[in-house]
């Protein structure tokens, strides 16, 4: 059994994809509302993205994707069939408007040109109508590439047919969204709904890939109303939050299904499957359409009540445990007993061999021996979020707040909700603005200068950004009558890149240890300072959403190194999960002194730091928080008191 879970959970198909996630932003516009990672550790395993519309309702969209090529080498009718399913069993953990709603865009790609393969395609596309039709949802658009094959060294390689489903829907409630992570501990059960009612083929599975097979029988939907039946059910659950956890059943079969989600949830389950005729590996390696639910052990009884009066069945197929073990029996034999986190080593070992090709390797080491141990995190929570007070909301003056953005710049619309959710009036000004004097700084209480590649980060991290500042005089004259002023402040921001002055002893924010940009959900701990921003909060460690490819605080000084921590002028700093300050990857995602993550005034009125605040002012911001917070996910997270701090300070 474990001779073929190595093999199976290396495969590029089933493994982790953190090689692909912590490089890209996953958070830009702060309207994320379910990104790739989940669960206490970030794990790249959610089913479905959401977005919302709007900083201030909770409607959305959610996008999910469906492709099954290499189902095509046997029956191209079944892997168009299974795309359009495995696209909706993604889709399904986010609550939508309707499956009427949902529409569709094929990419399809074919080598068309070579005899058979077109008329393949045909089949498959007539296959696709077909179960598109009975299911109720429509494809409005798509593109194809049918040049899938090349002729090298004589031979024709030629890549397999293949059809990628892009689901896309309306969204009543983003909160609604359900994660592959277990989260219930001793009180978690584990359901299995079984799409393809018994039948259990191993043609073109992971687990025939692994052994170099293809198969003879190939899975497929022969019941299509019935994933309707279920879709429809799932999404009734959802509405009165009956599921607190859920994942399709796809690459790697049942078994990798359920060992990702205790992956997720860093904790154990309990298994005990029936095989129901079928041989081990077909039980637990067969790739058929599915779901794995986690439900209450109080709420049981009501869900197998629904399902059974919509028609569909569900077995019971274990519990969960707070112990992280993965115990396996099949027809009441024991055939896996291992730790939780050996067999997440084993499922994250090949991403960590492909990040050795694109990041330090010493980080990359770090980062792969660290996760042997990992625990939640223990985040502490010193003060309550509140929603501002309406009176300020509805004012008609409020202090005026500029969001300076230059050409390449970005975070400026969510740091304008995130100031205008407490209570300010964001201003939308661009540099242009300034350098042609329509704007004027007089006028504002306050300064943010807002993330991202200003000028393609050519000329290193906003340093072109402030060579348009230093080298203009009236300009930094401006600047430099703003900052003398007693009653203006500024941040949160990238002013460490930005200062008016020219002092070469001055901190700024330099390249990551890692070799590049990083995106990921970290913990901070606040410390005392004199920052306004922070007032209140001292005490705290919190998640925060950090993205940026050059976050390393760099003091040219150490004496001001020194002075700026006897000062505290450091108010956040980088943690691990036991809150303890760190400069180890990738807890400290850059490498910063002493896990410097913020830098402020010795007046406290001037904030500069790394991390994302604006994009994470919302619980339906954060990708996961601890449940003894007792927060509601519609609500204020605890990062919108630091721009309630500013308000307050103004007044």
Known sequence: MMDVLK????????????????????????????????????????????????YTDLTGGACAIGEQPIKGLLNPEAMARLAVGEALTNLVWAKVTS???????????????IDGEGADMYDAAVAMAD??????????????????????????????????????????????????????????????????????????????????????????????????????V?????SERLISAGHDISDGGLIVTILEMAFAGNCGVNLNIESKDNDLLQTLFAEELGLVIEVHLDDLDLVK???????????????????????????????????????????????????????LKSCVKLEKEGLKSRTSPLWHLSFTPKFTDKKLLS???????????????????????AFHAAGFEPWDITMSDLLNQKADLMEFRG????????????LDSAKGWAASIRFNQPLIQQFQEFYN?????????????????????????????????????????????????????????????????????????????????????????????????????PFNPNGSPLGIAALCSPNGRHLALMPHPERSFMMWQYPWYPKEWQVEKSGPSPWLRMFQNAREWCS
């Open 485 to 585: 002023r007693q009653d203006t402040f500024t941040g949160p921001d990238i002013g460490g890149s930005l200062g008016a002055g020219g002092d070469m002893s001055q901190p700024r924010f330099t390249h990551n240890e890692s070799g590049r940009f990083e995106c990921r959900f970290i913990s901070v701990a606040i410390g005392d300072s004199p920052s306004i921003m922070f007032k209140g909060m001292e005490g705290s460690t919190l998640g925060i959403w950090s993205a940026h490819g050059e976050g390393r605080a760099f003091f040219p000084d150490e004496n001001v190194l020194s002075d700026v921590v006897k000062s505290n002028l450091a108010p956040l700093r980088y943690c691990d999960d036991a809150n303890n300050v760190t400069e180890v990857y």
């Open 447 to 458: 300064i943010a200068f807002v993330g991202g590649f200003s000028y393609a980060d050519v």
């Open 395 to 417: 004012a008609s003056s409020k202090p005026k707040v500029a969001i300076i953005r230059e050409e390449g710049s970005n975070s400026d619309r969510e740091m304008s909700a």
């Open 234 to 238: 799932v999404q009734e659950l959802l």
């Open 99 to 113: 499956l009427a709603d949902v529409k569709a865009s094929g990419n399809w790609m074919y080598a068309a040109k």
């Open 7 to 54: 093999r199976v959970l290396k495969l590029p198909s089933v493994c982790s994809k953190r090689f692909l996630t912590t490089k890209v932003d996953r958070c830009v516009t702060g309207l994320v509302a379910q990104q790739q990672t989940v669960g206490p550790l970030q794990l790249p395993l959610a089913d479905v993205a959401v977005i919302a519309q709007t």
């Open 131 to 232: 179960c598109m039709i009975q299911l109720g949802i429509g494809i409005d658009g798509g593109k194809d590439s049918l040049s899938m094959a090349a002729q090298c060294d004589g031979e024709l390689v030629k890549a397999p047919g293949n059809l990628v489903i892009s689901a896309y829907v309306t969204c009543p409630d983003i909160t609604l969204t359900v994660t592959p992570d277990l989260k219930l501990g001793k009180d978690g059960v584990l359901l299995h709904v079984d799409l393809a009612k018994g039948k259990r083929r191993l043609g073109c599975s992971a687990l025939a890939q692994a052994f170099d097979q293809i198969g003879n029988d190939c899975p497929d939907i022969e019941d299509v109303p019935y994933l309707k039946k279920v879709f429809e």
């Open 305 to 359: 009540q629904k399902l059974d009066a919509a028609g569909v069945s569900a077995d019971v197929i274990g519990e969960v445990t707070a112990a992280p073990e993965i115990e396996l029996l099949v027809d009441g034999e024991v055939r896996l007993k291992e730790r939780t986190s050996d067999l997440r080593d084993l499922w994250e070992e090949t991403s960590f061999q492909l990040e050795e090709l694109q990041r």
